[in-house]
């Protein structure tokens, strides 16, 4: 049977860590936990080890080996192609319980420098999945290697998954040179496997994270920004709830269902704090409440989770983009003229109600380019 190694009770994690990574290196398997269920795994450069595991599951496994990875910049690295849609569902669902896969297309990138046996594996019918385990000992091990490793499809494992270090021992034997024990998965059920196409998902094994879940993840997410979230960017939250429900003829409350999120935040906010009470009257005489707002500081979640990051002023923009410029495709002034909106707050109720006028103005232009589907 495969050597087991409880890490719980190793003086130095960390040798065993490099242990792993030395065998597999060599072209041995071996068994690691992840969130969900204990998996079997072969460097992916190393074609007598993937073709060891081809042999090890004996025909369960269903066609396509995922490939376990980093994070969504070593997706790109083997799929340049990647959807934008499946780029977003990577932003939101990783590391975490999600398997995502996509067409390959014409340009392979990293995974032409793979071996034939492994892109065989991998990619049957030119598309491929990937993975990105929450679990720190898979984290450890992948930035010791050179390149990614392949396992199985969760949603090939037999009825009851291998959720501890004996469950994978008994399935896979001698096959597995050593398992890495680490306790009971999190989980203790397979991860969702996804499969994108240009700008449509498709669920093809529903596992930890449900089909009404991943419509919620794959939802358009509109973020506004100002500096406190007390005034300018709730109300512009506000005004686009309420225009994008007229427009697509549902109530605010429908919106997420529809497939948008709306959310503000403050470059500079505490958590918390109302709207100021200019900007709630000021709003109130047109219909929309801003008593229950709560201001929240902007966070690199939200950040990362957003499709379109409207800015108050250009310093926001620049301020934000200064510290992520790889947002530069997401994130723009409200004012499509690229004006700033200037601050009201320390003005009377005068300033409130132009700034509220023109924040109006800039949302209204921004849900006319809004095509309802």
């Known amino acids: ?46 074609a007598a080890a993937v073709e060891k595991l081809r042999l090890a599951v004996n025909g ?6 995922p490939l376990l ?28 319980p999600v398997t995502i896969a996509v067409d390959v297309g014409k340009e392979k990138g990293l995974l032409a420098q793979l071996p034939a046996a492994s892109q065989d594996l991998v990619a049957p019918g030119g598309q491929v999945q990937f993975r990105v385990s929450s679990h720190e000992i898979v984290q450890s091990v992948l930035k010791l290697l050179p ?19 004996r469950d994978v021992q008994q399935r896979f034997g001698k096959s597995i040179s050593l398992i890495v024990d680490d306790g009971a998965c999190r989980y203790g059920g397979p991860s969702t496997l996804v499969s994108v196409t240009n700008n449509t998902w498709r669920m093809v094994n529903q596992g930890v994270v449900s089909e009404t879940m991943l419509g919620r993840l794959s939802s358009e997410t509109y973020l506004f920004v100002c500096t406190g979230n007390t005034c300018r960017s ?36 505490v958590g918390g704090a109302p709207a100021s009470p200019d900007a709630v009257d000021v709003l109130a005489r047109q219909g929309i409440d801003l008593s229950s707002h709560d201001s929240q500081p902007l966070t690199e979640r939200l950040l990362d989770q957003a499709d379109h990051i409207f800015t108050m002023t250009r310093g926001h923009a620049e301020s934000i983009l ?21 601050d009201p707050i320390g003005g009377g109720v005068a300033e409130y109600e132009q700034c509220a006028s023109e924040i109006e103005q800039h949302v209204r232009t921004i849900v006319s380019r809004i095509q309802p589907t």
Not at 14 to 31: D, M, N, P, T
Not at 69 to 95: T, Y
Not at 236 to 254: G, I, N
């Open 69 to 96: 990875i980093s994070g969504q910049e070593e997706a790109l690295d083997f799929a340049p192609a990647m959807p934008r849609l499946a780029q977003k569902l990577a932003r939101r669902c990783w590391p975490g």
């Open 1 to 46: 049977m495969s050597q087991v190694i409880d890490i719980r009770k190793v003086s130095d994690p960390r040798e065993v860590i490099h242990r792993v990574a030395s065998l597999l290196s060599e072209g041995h398997l071996v068994g690691l936990p992840t969130e969900t269920v204990y998996l079997p795994a072969a460097l992916s450069v190393h």
């Open 234 to 269: 709730p109300m512009a939250e506000a005004y686009f709830r309420k225009m994008l429900a007229e427009r697509l003829k549902c109530s605010e409350d429908e919106l997420a269902d529809r497939g948008y999120i709306v959310a503000s935040a403050g470059l500079a906010a």
């Open 322 to 342: 200064s510290c992520r410029p790889e947002l530069a495709d997401r994130v723009e002034l409200l004012a499509a003229d690229h004006a700033d909106v200037y």
């Open 60 to 65: 369960s496994q269903p066609p396509g080996f």
């Open 147 to 165: 390149a990614p490793l392949v396992t199985t499809t969760e949603a090939g494992l037999p009825e009851h998954p291998s959720a501890t270090a």
